[in-house]
């Protein structure tokens, strides 16, 4: 069983910061990608950014310059950094982990936290 937790969420207004974490917990043995995701109310969920283990990031383009993720990989965490907050960033944020729970070889599985509220005020 693997867990993950977000923390960080909340209400700023437009022009400011806040900062995500994620803490994965369980029996893993290997997390390769970690990652956020966004859904806004009426909306898909999508991609803000991802990070994989040897450091190598992926980002959306309406978050490119604006937000920074890092991953701690002794801790299992991974945190986003957002700055210059728009009111379209408001949205349910969910952290995402590929992990391998067994031994080398053994398949990898999709978990996600349940999600953390993000509101931008104008």
């Known amino acids: 069983q693997v867990q993950l937790v977000e923390s960080g969420g909340g209400l700023v207004q437009a022009g400011g910061s806040l900062r995500l974490s994620c803490a994965a917990s369980?029996?893993?043995?290997?997390?390769?990608?970690m990652g956020w995701y966004r859904q806004a109310p009426g909306k898909q969920r999508e991609l803000v950014a991802t990070?994989?283990?040897?450091?190598?990031?992926n980002y959306a383009d309406s978050v490119k310059g604006r937000f920074t993720i890092s991953r701690d990989n002794a801790k299992n965490t991974v945190y986003v950094q957002m700055n210059s907050l728009k009111p379209e960033d408001t949205a349910v944020y969910y952290c995402?982990?590929?992990?391998?729970?067994?031994?080398?070889?053994?398949?990898?599985?999709?978990?996600w936290g349940q999600g953390t509220q993000v509101t931008v005020s104008t």
């Open positions: 369980g029996s893993i043995s290997s997390i390769n990608i």
């Open positions: 990070i994989v283990s040897g450091g190598s990031t």
């Open positions: 995402y982990a590929n992990v391998r729970v067994g031994q080398v070889g053994t398949p990898w599985y999709q978990y």
